[in-house]
């Protein structure tokens, strides 16, 4: 006799209860005898008050041992014929005579007898002691010839031999073939073939690589019976193995390849949640480019919950995989730059550094205690460094706008004292970083002179664009010298800049304007042949403005009382730089109408009068978040060059850095510190 039991209505809904609905638990009974007569009989138990959880697992409990001690009582067949199912009140459970079914343990147990055998590893072989042991690839063929062996050790020995290939001759090149052609070899290899389905998964996927490394063609049957077994098993293989799959499959256009690497991320869409462990995960995110973008969301989250436990090449791995991908995952390197600084310094060697900053500066990513960190950790090294590691470090560091000043003044020495070493394109590199971060060495002669020593041999062979940009970056440091400048202006160059992006042609035609200014304001002897900065035209300002610009301008306007002919705002100028607002004052400091006064530094020149005797033309200038350093209040080189310019032109300049703007509440506090800034910008230039 078979009982089976349920139970109904066994949850209530929060709702229901409030609204008072009344439930009852339902026990149903079935039975089925062994001659085919069955009954079934229903007794409905109305449950007042509600259970609870542990009350209806009790209940449940209960009910299970009760059925089976009462299934074990034998009953007289003619009790079933005298069954009548009533409505309500009692009902006698019939019971027939037939094999017992006793149950007399919970139903949540499982019954283990104790002769059940419990699995266990198979017994290790004299074959697989060799097979580790051997350091030589013909230890392992002669060890298969000696004892031979199942599908699952020829696998384990033909990934041995494989390594030991490796270590002792290198790498498997040209032809190979009386290496592959060795009986016992092939021996190995056809075992693998015949019981490849006896072959354990981490064997059967490792088998897969060994045979790509061996470059067996794609047409052996071994390498396809392994590819079909490895396809019908990929549902049961574990992450580890599926991410083994991937990054074997990273590169590979085969037909068979790409559909076992596309069966591996399928299951991963559906198993990552089963994901454990940090090497895992960082070899899936390394190879993030195969993979769909919501899964990549999922794998990061997966490093999220991982990243304690990641060593430092994990991260640096994370990381560098992240900013190969244009990944700017903000939580994720939030959570590593966090654990990176708990580890000891042994770690930090000196390829980590080098990668974890090009990751950083990839992906704009600041984080001042890492590179405080990374800083302190390389710093005692530069003089080891090679030429690469300084400029690709210097450049990381300048992208992210960091500037470390013993760490930089160690490159220039390094670069002092290795000139020789470095190439033209590693020089530079080095170059524009300084030029962007606004760096002068200490010992600036001794380095600048070692500096022009080889671009006055190498700076015309570069290419036009690379030029532009070391010749500006030396303006930026007031090293560019006229015989570098003047070969710039000339038109034929101004024709090779014009190819590319138009955002591209306007950066380079800002940078000519800046290189003309340097030539015509720092270099007032050679301006006889430099062509007219007309010649070149100005971009217009095609950014929105910010909110601090838009602030100014209106304080500007209720500084000069309305009048139009007293304010200009947004001023591009002909030598490649926007004054944010421009006036000109009297002796009193107080706004003068300058619509008909002469303005050199505009395209059309302005008006024909002479600016007025005392009066003084002010340059208002806004100082953004960017135009600093990271975690510094120093001007960006750029920005220097700026205000250099703009002086040599006759301005009188009035800087609002954001910081000081933005803890002004009202409009009367910023009229009030416009005209106090402007008072000392004049009495600075009267004391001058």
């Given at each position: 006799m078979l009982f089976l039991f349920r139970l109904y209505n066994f949850n209530l809904l929060d709702e229901e209860k409030r609204a008072g609905v009344v439930f009852s638990a339902s026990l149903h009974f079935h039975t089925r005898s062994t001659v085919g007569v069955g009954?079934?009989?229903?007794?409905?138990?109305?449950?007042?008050?509600?259970?609870?959880?542990?009350?209806?697992?009790?209940?449940?409990?209960?009910?299970a041992r009760l059925i089976g001690k009462s299934s074990s009582q034998p009953v007289a067949p003619a009790a079933a014929a005298r069954f009548h199912l009533t409505l309500a009140g009692p009902v006698e459970v019939p019971r027939i005579r037939s094999r017992l079914w006793v149950t007399e343990r919970f139903l949540c147990e499982r019954a283990i007898t104790k002769d059940e055998p419990l699995p266990s590893l198979p017994v290790r072989t004299q074959l697989d002691e060799m097979i580790e042991k051997a350091s030589t690839p013909e230890e392992i063929l002669c060890a298969w010839e000696e004892h031979g062996g199942n599908s699952n050790q020829a696998a384990a020995a033909l990934r041995r031999w494989t390594q030991l290939m490796l270590k002792t001759k290198g790498k498997f090149k040209g032809d190979q073939t009386d290496v592959l052609t060795d009986p016992?070899?092939?021996?190995?290899?056809?075992?693998?073939?015949?019981?490849?389905?006896?072959?354990?998964?981490?064997?059967?996927v490792t088998a897969l690589r060994t045979l790509g490394i061996m470059k067996v063609p794609p047409t052996n049957p071994v390498l396809s019976s392994v590819q079909t077994e490895v396809l019908w098993r990929v549902r049961r293989l574990s992450c580890k193995q599926l991410a083994f799959l991937i990054d074997w499959g990273a590169?590979?256009?085969?037909?068979?390849?790409?559909?076992?690497?596309?069966?591996?991320?399928?299951?991963?869409?559906?198993?990552?949640t089963e994901i454990a462990d940090a090497k895992t995960v960082c070899v899936l995110i390394s190879r993030g480019e195969k993979m769909a973008p919501s899964l990549m969301d999922r794998l990061e989250d997966k490093a999220l919950e991982l990243s304690e436990s990641f060593s430092v090449d994990d991260i640096r791995k994370v990381c560098v995989a992240l900013a190969a991908q244009s990944r700017r995952s903000v939580p994720l390197l939030r959570a590593v730059s966090y654990h990176l600084l708990q580890k000891p310094s042994s770690e930090f060697t000196t390829p980590v550094i080098m990668d974890l900053a090009f990751a950083y500066g990839k992906l704009n990513f600041t984080h001042s205690q890492v590179f405080q960190?990374?800083?302190?950790?390389?710093?005692?090294?530069?003089?080891?460094?090679?030429?690469?590691?300084v400029t690709r470090c210097a450049k990381s560091l300048g992208f992210l706008k960091w500037l470390h000043i013993p760490l930089f003044e160690a490159f220039a020495e390094n670069y002092t004292a290795n000139s020789e070493k470095y190439s033209t394109l590693q020089l530079c590199n080095l170059l524009m970083t300084?030029?962007?971060?606004?760096?002068?060495?200490?010992?600036?002669?001794?380095?600048?002179?070692?500096?022009?020593?080889?671009?006055?041999?190498?700076?015309?062979?570069?290419e036009p664009f690379l030029q532009t940009d070391v010749v500006w970056s030396l303006c930026v440091l007031q090293q560019a010298k006229p015989h570098y400048l003047i070969p710039l202006t000339q038109t034929s160059h101004v024709t090779n800049l014009s190819e590319g992006s138009p955002a591209r042609v306007e950066n380079y035609t800002l940078k000519l304007l800046h290189i003309a200014t340097t030539l015509l304001l720092e270099q007032p002897g050679s301006s006889d042949t430099v062509p007219s900065l007309g010649v070149l035209s100005v971009p217009a300002t095609s950014s929105s403005l910010s909110e601090l610009q838009s602030s100014l301008r209106e304080a500007l306007q209720s500084l000069v009382g309305g009048k139009t002919g007293a304010l200009r705002t947004g001023v591009d100028t002909v030598y490649g730089w926007t004054i944010d607002g421009e006036i000109v004052v009297d002796c009193d400091n107080k706004p003068v109408d300058m619509s008909m006064l002469k303005a050199p530094h505009l395209p059309n020149g302005g008006g024909d009068q002479d600016l007025p005797a005392g009066a003084r033309r002010l340059a208002f200038l806004v100082w953004e978040f960017p135009s600093y350093g990271s975690k510094s209040r120093d001007l960006l080189g750029r920005f220097v060059m700026m205000k250099r310019h703009l002086q040599l032109a006759g301005f009188i300049l009035v800087e609002v850095p954001y910081y000081e703007w933005h803890e002004l509440k009202t409009e009367w506090q910023k009229l009030a510190y416009l005209k106090d800034k402007m008072g000392k910008a004049v009495a600075e230039d009267i004391a001058k």
């Open positions: 009954y079934r009989i229903v007794r409905t138990f109305p449950l007042q008050p509600y259970l609870s959880g542990p009350m209806a697992n009790r209940l449940l409990g209960r009910c016992r070899l092939l021996d190995m290899m056809d075992t693998l073939s015949k019981h490849v389905s006896l072959v354990w998964n981490g064997n059967l590169g590979k256009k085969a037909p068979q390849d790409v559909a076992i690497v596309n069966s591996a991320l399928k299951q991963l869409e559906l198993r990552w960190r990374m800083a302190s950790e390389l710093f005692p090294r530069v003089p080891e460094l090679s030429p690469t590691d300084f030029a962007r971060l606004g760096f002068q060495p200490s010992k600036g002669e001794e380095f600048y002179s070692k500096v022009h020593a080889v671009l006055k041999e190498s700076l015309a062979s570069l």
